[in-house]
T-cell receptor
């Protein structure tokens, strides 16, 4: 079964700083997603990465995918308090049914002034 | 333009009772997925359904759990004879096709007394 590991699991950072969240997965994948979840809320889709070398940016967040290394990163630039949330990566295993996603445990991000 | 609707948002049951969780997908979506989230964990896939068909139920416990997505009406996740370990947040997602991004509902928080 595909394993998805995120690190760090907890991240506390000051406003204005940069940091990267890592997502490693254990087998061949053709799709990788990043989601954001606020406490008690649903998951909001941030990025879909489909090919090796894909890079997507939205505001202070940038996601990239290296399929050869089986690694995706979510980079945070000049963090602000509004980015505080839990971030999940989710991976589709090429060998499994189309809709089945495997999620990491999430990175709980806290941004403080 | 309603998103994925889940109800109830919170459900409290006593051990041995039945729990029924409902999910209405986004308009135009015929693919539905159920996930379970334990505290400080990622989402775990349970089942993937299309109208009147179960595509992949490999994530469902073998006993007490069942899911359906009838031709008319919402998808239902049914848990019989609930136990304390069933306490979790249950999320439903829907998509236009199996390889398209999944949109999540707000979840049902199930508590077992």
């Amino acid at each position: 079964e595909l394993k998805v590991e995120q690190n760090p699991l907890f991240l506390s950072m000051q406003e204005g700083k940069n940091y990267t969240i890592y997502c490693n997965y254990s087998t061949t994948s053709d799709r990788l997603y990043w989601y954001r979840q606020d406490p008690g809320k649903s998951l909001e889709s941030l990025f879909v990465l489909l090919s090796n070398g894909a890079v997507k940016q939205e505001g202070r967040l940038m996601a990239s995918l290296d399929t050869k290394a089986r690694l995706s990163t979510l980079h945070i630039t000049a963090a602000v308090h509004d980015l505080s949330a839990t971030y999940f990566c989710a991976v589709h295993d090429r060998g499994s049914t189309l809709g089945r996603l495997y999620f990491g445990r999430g990175t709980q991000l806290t941004v403080w002034p | 333009n309603a998103g994925v609707m889940q109800n109830p948002r919170h459900l409290v049951r006593r051990r041995g009772q039945e729990a029924r969780l409902r999910c209405s997908p986004m308009k135009g979506h015929s693919h539905v997925y159920w996930y379970r989230q334990l505290p400080e964990e990622g989402l775990k896939f349970m089942v993937y359904l299309q109208k009147e068909n179960i595509i992949d139920e490999s994530g469902m416990p073998k006993e007490r759990f069942s899911a359906e997505f009838p031709k008319e009406g919402p998808s239902i996740l049914r848990i019989q004879q609930v136990v304390r370990g069933d306490s979790a947040a249950y999320f439903c997602a829907s998509s236009h096709a199996g390889d398209q991004p999944q949109h999540f509902g707000d979840g049902t928080r199930l508590s077992i007394l």
